[in-house]
T-cell receptor
Framework: GAVVSQHPSRVICKSGTSVKIECRSL??????MFWYRQFPKQSLMLMAT?????????EQGVEKDKFLINHASLTLSTLTVTSAHPEDSSFYIC????????????FGPGTRLTVL | AQRVTQPEKLLSVFKGAPVELKCNYS??????LFWYVQYSRQRLQLLLR??SRESIKGFTADLNKGETSFHLKKPFAQEEDSAMYYC???????????FGTGTRLKVLA
């Protein structure tokens, strides 16, 4: 099946710094990718839909200036957490939609962000 | 409003016992429903989609439009089935998912 990678798998940063997380579709082109946040023992919360070549669509309550999304190519989307604070600490997961593959999404392994 | 409900946060069963993980949905139109599974320290992966009507790892799920349900069933649970299970529904005209809150299945020896 289609493979999605994320980098880094784990990041620790100081409060106030910005962190970039990459999501790549390794063997297919993904015009649409999604970014989720998962709190411990909770479900996935969709943050935004990343569209190649256009602006991301953010879910209600997600600050677009806080969570910058760029989808510059058909295989790469990036999520930048700007001026991170401890409350941004979470598990961030991306997924990619493969055109022609039904509505199945392929998920990355996630990135654990810890803000000190 | 479109919604997916998984009423059980945790379900514990003994090995060899039948399992039913509940999923109810609220949707106007013909829904397309999925079950995803997340094993410990692994990524989410597709388990079943109702369109294909297949059985994966012994699990089946039938869409019941009258009861607006898509319950996941397995006649004999295995210890390796222990995982987090999510029911998902893409709203019409979009590729994104509405996820249920998930059910943690624990299969006891």
């Amino acid at each position: 099946g289609a493979v999605v990678s994320q980098h880094p798998s784990r990041v620790i940063c100081k409060s106030g710094t910005s962190v970039k997380i990459e999501c790549r579709s390794l063997d297919f082109q993904a015009t649409t990718m999604f970014w989720y946040r998962q709190f411990p023992k909770q479900s996935l919360m969709l943050m935004a839909t990343s569209n190649e070549g256009s602006k991301a669509t953010y879910e209600q309550g997600v600050e677009k200036d806080k969570f910058l999304i760029n989808h510059a190519s058909l295989t790469l989307s990036t999520l930048t957490v700007t001026s991170a604070h401890p409350e941004d600490s979470s598990f961030y997961i991306c997924s990619a939609y493969q055109r022609g593959g039904g509505n199945e999404q392929f998920f990355g392994p996630g990135t654990r962000l810890t803000v000190l | 409003a479109q919604r997916v409900t998984q009423p059980e946060k945790l379900l514990s069963v003994f090995k060899g016992a039948p399992v039913e993980l509940k999923c109810n949905y609220s949707y106007s139109g013909s829904p397309e429903l999925f079950w995803y599974v997340q094993y410990s320290r692994q990524r989410l992966q597709l388990l079943l989609r109702h369109i294909s009507r297949e059985s994966i790892k012994g699990f089946t799920a039938d869409l019941n439009k009258g009861e607006t349900s898509f319950h996941l069933k397995k006649p004999f649970a295995q210890e390796e089935d222990s995982a987090m299970y999510y029911c998902a529904l893409p709203p019409s005209g979009t590729y994104k998912y509405i996820f249920g809150t998930g059910t943690r299945l624990k299969v006891l020896a």
